[in-house]
């Protein structure tokens, strides 16, 4: 049985949603998962990963990679790879795996592919499918030769398992490269915001709110739905949300039930980040405005007098 | 401070892109420096400017055409352009490419190469990482700030947990995020003396890389091209806001359970 190592994401003490959706993609496709975990006192997530499909769990788990550099991520994952004879190496999507993954195929003279959504067995080698062109157009993507390195987008295959004793074997923490050396890390994330990755709702806020005051208003409706809270590039370019909210390109993409985009203007990068969604709300003043391209329900007004109406209503819905 | 910029031309996916026969249609579409090539390229031109790199060459891997996008960069400050112009470098995947850089890496030796993130037709992002693999040297992605004057710079990146703040010590390749600058547009002082500006073509021999690129190199391949699956046609609601607010609140909450 051919054995694709997926390379675990970790965050906040628990295994991401994405991984465990390639876990049990591995299954259905008839391949033998074996996992990664890496991180900083990580290893009771062995299990799991285990309950999920992993076969077999190569642990490294050291305070050196609390905040991996994606290099040492690269030796990991070579090293783990050699060690379960695997053909094929399964990332999701992260700012780690956006090097890390690249540079895997490049020192195993691989085929590699980011942003797949869907995999098939095609011969020897695999077929996919991914968004290019600011996901104006789908790709059919061949990948041949003797080692693939892939990055799946998230959302891309259903999860399903629970927790049991995993088969592990222990890594030593890779070298750090001596060029760098990591100063700080500067967590932006606001404490009780929800996960915009796993998030139902997502509510995003766009240059329309004005100013920091407007951006705190729109927050009012994340907050009353629960929803996560995103932001355009003009708003984290203006210091009113950190970086780790932004939804685009170079942000986050993200495929939540409901988006809503309240004064988001809609550029092709921010579209391409969030045009998964099932549910596409926008509130805008500009009737012209592209985000009314994507939008299943289009509100040409201002957010302002839209809002309140909603937070209203939401409040009545509550008692 | 020397610094390699690798660029790359691309149909403008700001256009309206249409599909037939599993390919893109070329017809109507125009060519453009891909986006974050060009944050690549006004970093390097700022450090230029701050005194900080002596000299910035763009390359570019690509056809004929890609020599406007080469003038481009030139106008927009790059000192000299070199065009890998090789038909046995059609059809390369990511790979491909980065071994051609590689190779021209190895006989330029910059202390810097700023690369965009991704290029906007493929949005693959591999070429940077894997140039940097093969170079062996770091590669530090997403890029949002770049500080200091060399050997060693201070980075800000995009992490995981939030925004790193790296100190990295050169020989390293850097991939820019469009929040790194705002990329000017050329003069036209600029336009006129990069017509006067050195641009170099070399083959895959030139460069010792023949055999390691082009199409019979890629293990990767786009079978084929389709249109993405057609969203169904929205609704618009206009009229007086606090009126449609509700209109479409209570539709929200009917039909796309809005309150879970």
């Given at each position: 049985m051919a054995v694709v190592l997926i390379v675990a994401e970790i965050k906040n003490g628990e295994v991401r949603k994405p991984t465990l959706e390639l876990l049990a993609q591995a299954g259905r496709l008839g391949l033998e998962a074996h996992a990664l975990l890496a991180g900083a006192?990580?290893?009771?997530l062995a299990d799991t990963l285990a309950g999920h499909g992993a076969a077999k769990v190569y642990v490294s788990d050291d305070?050196?990679?609390?905040?991996?550099?994606p290099g040492q991520i690269t030796q990991l994952a070579d090293t783990a790879a050699g060690k379960s004879s695997a053909t094929m190496v399964w990332f999701s999507p992260s700012e780690v795996s956006r090097a890390a993954a690249p540079a895997l195929a490049a020192r195993k003279g691989g085929s590699y592919a980011s942003g797949l959504n869907s995999l098939q067995a095609d011969g020897a080698g695999w077929t996919g499918t991914r968004q290019a062109m600011a996901t104006k157009v789908v790709q059919k993507i061949k990948l041949s030769g003797p080692f693939q390195v892939m990055v799946f987008s998230s959302g891309a295959f259903e999860a399903g398992g629970a927790p049991k004793a995993a088969q592990t074997e222990t890594l030593p923490p890779p070298p750090v490269n001596p060029q760098l050396s990591l100063?700080?890390?500067?967590?932006e994330e606001q404490k009780g915001e929800v996960d915009l990755g796993e998030a139902r709702v997502i509510v995003t806020v766009g240059r329309?709110?004005?100013d920091p005051d407007g951006v705190a208003f729109v927050k009012k409706l994340a907050d009353a739905l629960g929803a996560g809270y995103g932001s355009t590039r003009a708003v984290v370019d203006s210091g009113?949300?950190?970086?780790?909210?932004q939804v685009g390109q170079t942000g986050r993409s993200v495929a939540p039930e409901i988006y809503l985009a309240v004064g988001v203007s809609g550029a092709i990068q921010h579209l391409a980040g969030m045009s998964g969604s099932k549910k596409i709300v926008a509130v805008n003043k500009?009737?012209?405005?592209?985000?009314f391209s994507v939008a299943d329900y289009g509100v040409v007004g201002d957010l302002f007098k839209v809002l309140p109406v909603w937070l209203e209503e939401l409040g009545r819905l509550k008692k | 401070m020397k610094i390699l910029v690798p660029v790359k031309q691309v149909m403008d996916v700001e256009l309206n892109v249409r599909v037939a026969a599993g390919k893109v249609?070329?017809?109507g579409m125009t060519l453009v420096l891909s986006k974050w090539d060009e944050n690549a390229l006004e970093a390097a031109v700022q450090l230029k400017e701050a005194g900080t790199a002596s000299e910035v060459v763009v390359v570019t891997v690509g056809p004929e055409s890609a020599g406007e996008t080469l003038r481009k960069a030139m106008a927009m400050g790059a000192d000299r352009a070199v065009h890998v112009l090789?038909?046995?470098?059609?059809?390369?995947?990511s790979l491909g490419v980065a071994r051609v850089l590689a190779a021209l890496g190895a006989k330029e030796k910059p202390d810097l190469i700023l690369a965009g993130l991704?290029?906007?037709?493929?949005?693959?992002?591999?070429v940077g990482p894997m140039t940097a693999e093969l170079m062996g040297i770091p590669c530090l992605s997403n890029v949002t700030k770049i500080e200091g004057t060399g050997p060693t710079l201070t980075i800000h990146r995009r992490g995981d947990q939030g925004r790193e703040v790296i100190a990295v010590t050169l020989p390293a390749l850097i991939t820019a995020n469009d929040s790194l600058n705002q990329p000017r547009l050329a003069s036209l002082k600029g336009i006129m003396m990069a017509k006067k500006k050195p641009m170099d073509t070399l083959t895959l021999e030139n460069l010792g890389a023949?055999?390691?690129?082009?199409a019979a190199h890629a293990?990767?391949?786009?079978a084929e091209f389709q249109p993405p699956a057609a969203r169904a046609a929205g609704r618009k609601f206009t009229g007086e806001p606090e009126v449609i607010a509700k209109e479409v609140f209570d539709l929200l909450v009917k039909e796309a359970k809005l309150v879970g």
């Open positions: 006192g990580v290893s009771t305070p050196s990679l609390k905040t991996p550099f100063k700080e890390v500067a967590v329309g709110a004005k009113w949300r950190p970086h780790s909210s500009d009737p012209e405005a592209p985000i | 249609v070329e017809d090789d038909p046995a470098a059609d059809g390369s995947d991704q290029a906007q037709d493929t949005d693959m992002g591999g023949a055999g390691v690129a082009g293990l990767t391949q786009i």
